[in-house]
């Protein structure tokens, strides 16, 4: 297991940490087979596409490569580790997907207005399946904001707001700072990124991405976990991917549907 307890303080005072190689090579060699195969020939269910980028989410509940992905490798525990909680319940993996030399970037935000789920312990593993950096689309972090005790309205990612419209009626909490208008003020964590590394970062920090800066496809899956304290918060204009009749939701408690959300790390006695 990669990741050392100096790596677990830092995701907790950061917000965000890079855990080198948490994907073998060969790992991502067949990720990134099945992707491709994915997109070429796939039936898409939450797809949102962008000038030059896309992302899909829920491949896991459809395609095993990617439960597996979620499920079977260092991943889980990472997430589990960081959090700091006994278990991890698997929510979701999401596809990011960026054409080479694409000018889309990722809006600055946070993960957690756009979820029907709130706590402390909701984390995302970000993994590059690709090499990338801080100028050529790799993730950045506002160091420390996810203990602001912030919930930022969340911003659209779509110019037209022709896509991810379930956003309609999530005007909750106030707008997020213009943070490259004062970046001086800010300290952005970032990190160049080998194909395999991972990023384990919590669902209140503020992050983005720049462009690719001219360079080849950049292409990132980001798995979404749950920990103990984790409820079940349907807001409006959240992610409605996940019907709360089938997950058997109550408002107030934990997601403990292990159809819905499977236990995929549990700490060792
Ligand atoms: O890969 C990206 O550009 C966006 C990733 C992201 O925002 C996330 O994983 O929450």
Redesign the pocket.
């Known amino acids: 297991m990669p990741l050392t307890e100096g790596d677990i303080r830092a995701y907790r005072e950061d917000g965000a940490v890079v855990v080198r190689q948490a994907i073998a090579k060969a790992e991502v060699a067949d990720m990134l087979a099945m992707i491709d195969r994915h997109l070429e020939g796939g039936e898409h269910r939450w797809l949102v596409r962008r000038p030059s980028?896309l992302?899909e989410r829920y491949l896991w509940p459809a395609h095993d490569w990617m439960r597996q992905f979620c499920a079977e490798t260092a991943l889980p525990e990472i997430a589990g580790r960081c959090m700091g909680s006994p278990w991890a319940r698997l929510y979701f993996d999401?596809l990011?997907y960026?054409q080479a030399g694409g000018s889309?970037?990722?809006p600055w935000?946070q993960?957690w207005p756009y979820w029907p789920v709130r706590g402390r312990q909701i984390i995302?593993v970000?993994v590059a399946l690709t090499p990338c950096g801080p100028e050529s689309?790799g993730?950045q972090f506002v160091r420390g904001s996810h203990s602001w005790g912030k919930m930022y309205r969340p911003v659209q990612f779509n110019a037209d707001r022709s896509t991810d419209g379930f956003l309609a009626g999530n005007e909750a909490g106030e707008a997020l700072p213009d943070i490259d208008a004062a970046a001086d003020e800010y300290d952005i964590l970032s990190w160049d990124m080998d194909a395999g590394d991972a990023i384990a970062?919590s669902?209140a920090a503020i992050?983005?991405?720049k462009d690719n800066g001219g360079g080849g496809r950049?292409v990132?899956v980001?798995v979404?976990y749950l920990g103990q304290d984790a409820i079940w918060d349907p807001r409006a204009g959240t992610d409605p991917a996940i019907k709360p009749e089938a997950a058997t939701c109550r408002p107030g408690k934990p997601p403990a549907d292990d159809k819905t959300f499977p236990l995929v790390w549990r700490r060792a006695e």
């Open positions: 980028s992302s999401h990011f960026r889309d970037d990722t935000h993960d995302s970000w689309s993730l970062f669902a992050h983005g991405a950049r990132a980001s979404r």
